[in-house]
Each structure stands twice: as C-alpha cells, then as structure tokens.
C-alpha cells in the first residue's frame, strides 16, 4: 500500500459520540474527493439529525465533570496533543494535502499552526481568573470567577481543515467545556484524525464529538433551538454565519463568527518593494489563494504600481502548480469546480471591463482543479473582483493617488478581516493602521496568523477574536457573587 493509501486507510471515518465510533444512523455515508485528481479518496460516515441529537446529549452528559477537572490536566490533555500532532506532522499534512489540495510544504505549515493552538491553550487553561474587590461604599466584597459556557457547537470550513479546528477545541478544551464538531463536507478526514489523536491524549469521552455530514443545516439545525446547547462557534460565509446568528438569537447563544474577507494590500510609494512583493506573494498564494486573509486587492501607489506589478507577475508566473504531494509543487489545486469556475468568473468579468493579463488569466486542463496564479492590471473599479471574496490565485492591482484616497479604497467594503499595509513611514503606518476598518492589520508583512494573537474581523467578518489571551474568553461566562461581611 502507498504511503498516500495507508494514511486515507488509517483515518476513523465514523461519527465519534460519547467517545465511541459507530456508524451514522441509517448507514449512510458520503464521498471524500482528491481535488488534485478529481477523484473518490474513500467514504465517510454521513451524520444524522439523530446523530447530532446524540452527540449533544454526551457533550451534555460529560459538561459537570469536564468543567470540575483540574485546570492542570485539562493543558496537559492539550499539551500531549500538541506533542503527538508535532510527531505525526508528516501523515497529517499528507492527509491534507490528500483531501484539500494545498502543496505539502503547506499543509505541513498548517499543521504546526493548529498544533500551536494547543500547545497555546494548555498554557491558558491554568490562567482563568477572577476578581475579589472591596465594595466602593465598604461592608460588603465583589468576587467573580469565569466559569465554562457550557456545550458548544464548533462548525469549520475546509480550506484549513485542522487549524480552524483546534483554534475552536483548543479553549473549548482549556475552559471545561465540551463540544460536538462539524467539519466541513469537503474536508472532514483531518478532522477525524485529530479526534483519534485527542483520545490518544487522553481527552475523556463525551468531551469532543464529532458529526461528518453531507446536509449541514439538517444536521445541526435541530441543536441551534435545543436549550443545552450554550454556544456556537462559526468559520465559513457570511451568508451561513447570518443564518446560525438568526437561529442563535431565537436560543440566546453566545456566538463567536469568523466569517469571509476581502483583504486590501496598500503598497505605498516609500515602501520597499521587494519585501511588499515578498509579503503579497505570501498573502495572496498561501493555501492557493483559498484563505479569508488572502490579499485580495492589490491597491498600489500610482507611481510604483507598474514595477510593483512586474514583479509580482514574474513571481506568480514561475511558481510550480501540480498535485500538492508531488516534491517541488508550490500551487495546488482548488478545492473543487465550482471554485475553479467562480475564480474563472471573476477573472473574465475584470478583463471583459477592461484588465490586462499580465500573466495566466485562466484555468488548466486535466486533471483536478487547477487555476493559474494570475496577476490582472488597470482593473477598473466596476470589476467583481474587487468587491467579491476570489479564493483563487488571482491578484487584481489598482492605482491610487493619495493616503486618503488609499484609506477610503480599503475601507470601501462591506469586510472587515485584515488589511495588509507596506510602507517606511512610521507616522504614515500609524494613521493608516488606526484609520482602516479591519479586526487585524499586516504592516510590512504578508502573514498574520499567530496563535498568541486575537484573529477576527469586524463589520460583515464577524466578531469575537480566536487565539491570544482573548480566544479563551469566548469559552467562559463571568458570574459575580455578592459577597456580605456581616
Ligand atoms: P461555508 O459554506 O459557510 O461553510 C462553512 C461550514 O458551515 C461548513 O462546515 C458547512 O458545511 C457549514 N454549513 C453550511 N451551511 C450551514 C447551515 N445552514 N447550518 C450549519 N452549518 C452550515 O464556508 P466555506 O465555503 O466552507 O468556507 C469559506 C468561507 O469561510 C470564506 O468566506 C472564508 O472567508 C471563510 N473563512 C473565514 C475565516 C475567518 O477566520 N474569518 C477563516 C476561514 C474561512 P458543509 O461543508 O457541509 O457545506
């Protein structure tokens, strides 16, 4: 068997509930695809309302005794695991590659990413504090402590298929509280394979469950109005996310959404430009272009954008596509081809407006799905592609006159995620950076994502921050007791 078979053969493709693997109610299963061939990788259990229902009732079961275990064994469950996804980083990331397409150095990247969050959270799990106060008006104390949530349920996306995972399960963990996950339908096999290795690590059962499916919103809709459930934690659309914030409201659940983007990288003139095309190359290519902080408009100052758009173009243009588990693939393909067709769309439209190809400008033939990183120039303000999230290996460059004018293009957007500025001058990075309208600004570097950092959005991306100090808060809920002296 190939190394490619054995990791596909070894994963659990069951529903996990109560910490055990069965089948989903009925039998049914779906179909897991290699977008790099178009073809069936294996099937996967197709999880149920049924099964969700079950699922929340272990996570309800196990919640009073998971919240009352010792801080210092919950990070150290968190600690093995991190350890165990550091030892295996090569079948996890050939696993990826396998299900998502990204080349294995990045798949790799990605897993040491979503290992970090662990690793991060066990460290916050011995950190949850309170506050003990003297009453301003004196005969009486204050106390707070921050207490588990309660059950959550985490669903993910598939364009990074572990770490928008464990930067869920991570403080989920930490807190004390358990959870029932929904990977997402294209990429549910990295999912599955952490589970096994979170029982490895000695994560008690009915802490985490897991629900494969191929109908998401038949699957977890019956828990958004279920009152056990305490919370929901959202990666993906904001279409979707707006629809499990309505059906959060009629349950009052806390909620945590990270939702689409659509990322300006402002290029000024008295930037260098070589290390702003090292830090678009970065944002636009990593994960293929399919990422929620990937550049998705380049807005350069008028004087330096043709250089700055050359060199883009000779980067994008020499980058190797392939299969993401051939040795020297730097671009994979798309998650799947309707992915492929709307990037396509999207590059048509621009250029049908009037954008030049600077280089490729078009899907490849064959097998799987591949699009070629694409540099368009003089794309014209009416043009989709700078309005709507690409997800592709499309980088659409714009001119501007002056820092207002950069600022008011950035912030025109109904997003808000991050923004990426290059500039030399301290004062000019300030002000723009407290000026745009994002949750997270790259200044001078092309890559954001950090475990000890808070990542989110505001305006349409969403709100409530994963990773940092604050990722934990979103798992715990402050209580305040009253406290009488006499
Ligand atoms: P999506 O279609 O919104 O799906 C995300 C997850 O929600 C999947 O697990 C999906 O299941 C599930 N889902 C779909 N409809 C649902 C419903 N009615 N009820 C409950 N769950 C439902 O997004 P995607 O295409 O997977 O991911 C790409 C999007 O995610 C982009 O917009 C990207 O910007 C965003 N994203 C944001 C962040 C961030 O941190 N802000 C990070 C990564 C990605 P199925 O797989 O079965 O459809």
Redesign the pocket.
Known sequence: MSAQNAVVENVPKGVYVGGQWREASGGASFAVEDPGTGKRLCDVADGQAEDAKEALAAAVAAQQEWAATPPRERGEILRRAWQLMTERVEDLAMLMTLEMGKSLAESKAEVTYAAEFFRWFSEEAVRIEGRYAQNPAGGSRLLTMKQPVGPCLL??????PLA?GTRKIGPAIAAGCTMIV?????TPLSMLQLTDLLAEAGLPPGVLNVVP??S??KT??PLMSDPRLRKVS?????P?GQ??MAQAAENLLRVSM????NAPFLVFSDADLDAAVDGAVVAKMRNNGE??VAANRFHVAANVAEEFARKLADRLGSMTLGHGAEEGTQVGPLIDGDQRDKVAELVDDAVAKGAKVATGGSAVDGDGYFFAPTVLTDVPKKARILRE?V?GPVAPVTTFGSEEEALALANGTEFG?VAYVFTQDLGRALRVAEGLETGMVGLNTGLVSNAAAP?G?VKA??FGREGGVEGIEEYLSTKYVAVSMS
């Not at 669903?155 to 990074?160: A, G, H, L, R």
């Not at 959202?234 to 904001?238: A, I, K, L, N, R």
């Open positions: 669903i993910t996306p598939w364009n990074f928008m929904k990977p997402a339908q294209l499916s191929s998401a919103g977890v809709g959202f990666t993906g659309s904001t979707v629809a499990l990270e939702l689409g983007g990422s929620c999230e997800f995620l990542f959005g991306s969403g």
